[in-house]
Antibody, heavy 125, light 107 residues
Framework: EVQLVESGGGVIQPGGSLRLSCVAS????????MQWVRHAPGKGFEWVSL????????YYADSVKGRFTISRDNSKNSLYLQLDSLRADDTALYYC??????????????????WGQGTTVIVSS | DIQMTQSPSSLSASLGDRVTITCRAS??????LNWYQHKPGKAPILLIF???TLQSGVPTRFSGSGSGTEFTLTISSLQPDDFATYYC?????????FGQGTKVEMK
């Protein structure tokens, strides 16, 4: 069974740091880009960051650039998100999601085709 | 960044109704548009990719259309399991961006 399981969330004071983890199973992890997406209370989804299958390419939302760092350890089938300089507006449920590459009409389309259940980050004093 | 705008933000419908949700992209994104279903406390589910291709296992009452800047998600006959919030998302470039969501509620 294809599965993603996040951990590492918690309650943290503004300015603090956390490290989120996501363990993958049921698929060849290094064949896929992976990403983090967050869902703040009462708001929609916000894409946070993406890392390529080999870890050589990383991409960030402007709202987290310079504060968050995405990484992966393919030997452990694990994805990470280091959250530094946390702010109240970083409070959200953080999901890891697999970047699926799907072929249709001779083109490849990228999706978030497998999601974990999420881990909650609350930034509050 | 590519701006995704969904409408309506919510709608009320009855079982068996045909439901249509619109998503607009600015600037255009060709066919790089995905649709997701989300229920509280659960992980989102990919419904449609490439604007119109149904993900494996998704019921055929769901369909998608459009290209460029305007897209639609249609549920042909609303079923009890379909009451949820639906999001469009562009994969044309990074940052990936989502619409603000459309909540489908029971009338």
């Amino acid at each position: 069974e294809v599965q993603l399981v996040e951990s590492g969330g918690g309650v943290i004071q503004p300015g603090g740091s956390l490290r989120l983890s996501c363990v993958a199973s049921g698929f060849t992890f290094n064949n896929y880009g992976m990403q983090w997406v967050r869902h703040a209370p009462g708001k929609g989804f916000e894409w946070v960051s993406l890392i390529s299958g080999d870890g050589g390419g990383t991409y960030y939302a402007d709202s987290v650039k310079g504060r968050f760092t995405i990484s992966r350890d393919n030997s452990k089938n694990s994805l990470y998100l280091q959250l530094d300089s946390l702010r109240a507006d970083d409070t959200a449920l953080y999901y890891c999601a697999r970047e699926g590459g799907h072929l249709a009409a001779f083109r490849r389309y990228y999706t978030m085709d497998v999601w974990g259940q999420g881990t909650t980050v609350i930034v509050s004093s | 960044d590519i701006q995704m705008t969904q409408s309506p933000s919510s709608l009320s419908a009855s079982l068996g109704d045909r439901v249509t949700i619109t998503c607009r992209a600015s600037p255009g994104i060709r066919s790089s548009l995905n649709w997701y279903q989300h229920k509280p406390g659960k992980a989102p589910i990919l419904l449609i990719f490439g604007a119109s291709t149904l993900q494996s296992g998704v019921p055929t009452r769901f369909s998608g259309s459009g290209s460029g800047t305007e897209f639609t998600l249609t549920i042909s006959s609303l079923q009890p399991d379909d009451f949820a919030t639906y999001y469009c998302q562009q994969s044309y470039n990074t940052p990936r961006t989502f619409g603000q969501g459309t909540k489908v509620e029971m009338k």
